[in-house]
């Protein structure tokens, strides 16, 4: 069945640190992929997006990610967090060249202590 | 660009009666506006998919007769809540589509006593 995994249900990072949230999905081919922030009380705003080409993607805010094929991943990263990064992150996916119906993981919340 | 509202952004009403949640996207026109329901620390749940003068699609559990849907013109989609129960109460977010994206709502917070 098609999936999409995000393992770490918390994360608590130090300001400054580095992060790394993981995404992986179950799917027959390489789905639209997508990270999206959600405040408390607040809709989502999206981060980064990957259709295809450049498996690094940039994205807003200074995030990052990098699909991994072989691994059927999307792992979500950013070199040093801020304390205004404290939100709920979702990964997403649409099968590519369906009718855009997203599918999110179930998120990870990321704590950051100052 | 891309933006969405929807309003009204919190409700409180009565167990019984109706309630109407506007989805508008501003600045472009969307065939196709999904409702989603997201309960406390859990993910969005994809309540059903509207398509711009047809009949909206709902998702297997939800009831359709409850969560009246129209999308009437190519910039707005409503969600009516109808004869509201506290079971009921939760975040509704929109979201409208263009090309391969989705572009979301703020949300609206229904509490129903």
């Known amino acids: 069945a098609q999936s999409v995994t995000q393992p770490d249900i918390h994360i608590t990072v130090s300001e400054g640190a580095s992060l790394e949230l993981r995404c992986n999905y179950s799917y027959g081919a390489t789905p639209y992929l997508f990270w999206y922030v959600q405040s408390p009380g607040q809709g989502l705003q999206l981060l980064l997006k990957y259709f295809s080409g450049d498996t690094l993607v940039q994205g807003i805010k200074g995030f990052e990610a990098e699909f991994k094929r072989s691994q059927s991943s999307f792992n979500l990263r950013k070199p040093s967090v801020h304390w205004s990064d404290a939100a709920e992150y979702f990964c997403a996916v649409v099968p590519s060249g369906s009718a855009r119906q997203l599918t999110f993981g179930s998120g990870t919340q990321l704590t950051v202590l100052p | 660009g891309a933006v969405v509202s929807q309003h009204p952004s919190w409700v409180i009403c009565k167990s019984g009666t109706s309630v109407k949640i506007e989805c508008r996207s501003l600045?472009?026109?969307?065939?196709?506006m999904f409702w989603y329901r997201q309960f406390p620390k859990q993910s969005l749940m994809l309540m059903a998919t509207?398509?711009?003068?047809?009949?909206?699609?709902?998702e297997q559990g939800v009831e359709k007769d409850k969560f009246l849907i129209n999308h009437a013109s190519l910039t707005l989609s409503t969600l009516t809540v109808t004869s509201a129960h506290p079971e009921d109460s939760s975040f509704y977010i929109c979201s409208a589509s263009s090309s391969h994206e989705q572009y979301f709502g703020p949300g609206t917070r229904l509490t129903v006593t």
């Open positions: 600045d472009f026109q969307a065939t196709t």
């Open positions: 509207s398509n711009e003068g047809s009949k909206a699609t709902y």
